[in-house]
């Protein structure tokens, strides 16, 4: 069993940067391929990164690619995605997940079981 909580969203200009923080409680961490995901009023939930269990893979949705920067830390049981370049088309609810299986990672929210709350992220033009 994984819990995640976020932190780190906010309200900020067009061109600015946020660091959004996943932290996970259990012991097994580091067994969980994670990603980040975000949903916008009216759309879809859409996938923004993952990173592999130990951090030396990542992938990255194309509207992000460049800009947001996926990392973990295993021995602090915490993910982060740090947002540079930010635009109004980025405001959402970025939430944080953890996969269904051990030593996996991937950009389909089906393979995802354990999800955090969600962090708003406000971008203004």
Known sequence: QVQLVE????????GGSLRLSCVASGRTFNFYGTGWFRQAPGKEREFVAAISTSGG????????KGRFTIS???ARNTMYLQMNSLKPEDTAVY???ATSTYF????SSSDYR????????????
Do not use: K, P
Request: glycine content about 14%.
């Open 95 to 97: 939430s944080c997940a």
């Open 7 to 14: 932190s780190g969203g906010g309200l900020v200009q067009a």
């Open 114 to 125: 354990y999800w955090g709350q969600g962090t708003q992220v406000t971008v203004s033009s």
């Open 104 to 107: 996996s990672f991937s950009a």
């Open 72 to 74: 973990r830390d295993n």
């Open 57 to 64: 893979s990542t992938i990255y949705a194309n509207s992000v």
